[in-house]
């Protein structure tokens, strides 16, 4: 078992940053690879970055790459999303997700455990 808990989002202006970060709880950080996902009301989840068991290996969304990074440090528990020059559209809820496993996949479904996640508001 493995329990996520977001924080960090908040209102932010077009063009500002937010950082992101989801603290995990339970065994094994190392064994999960990681992903950060997004939802808006009545759209699926979006899939936003993710990231490997050892960090080496990440993959972002084109709507995202070169704005946003996703990064972990295995002793703390925790991944983090760097967002940099936000726009509206990135205006969501935004999750974390676990998956058993060395690499992460780009749909939710293939992800073992969630966060409940946390809001992201870019005004314009």
């Known amino acids: 078992q493995v329990q996520l808990v977001e924080s960090g989002g908040g209102l932010v202006q077009a063009g500002g940053s937010l950082r992101l970060s989801c603290a995990a709880s339970?065994?094994?950080?190392?064994?999960?690879?990681m992903g950060w996902f997004r939802q808006v009301p009545g759209k699926e989840r979006e899939f936003v970055a993710r990231i490997s068991w050892d960090g080496r290996s990440t993959y972002y969304a084109g709507s995202v790459k070169g704005r946003f990074t996703i990064s972990r440090d295995n002793a703390k528990n925790t991944v983090d999303l760097q967002m940099i020059l936000l726009k509206p559209e990135d205006t969501a809820v935004y999750y974390c997700?676990?998956?058993?496993?060395?690499?992460?996949?780009?749909?939710?479904?293939?992800?073992?455990?969630w966060g409940r996640g946390t809001q992201v508001t870019v005004s314009s």
């Open positions: 997700a676990a998956r058993g496993g060395s690499y992460g996949y780009i749909t939710p479904e293939k992800y073992d455990y």
């Open positions: 339970g065994r094994s950080f190392s064994n999960y690879a």
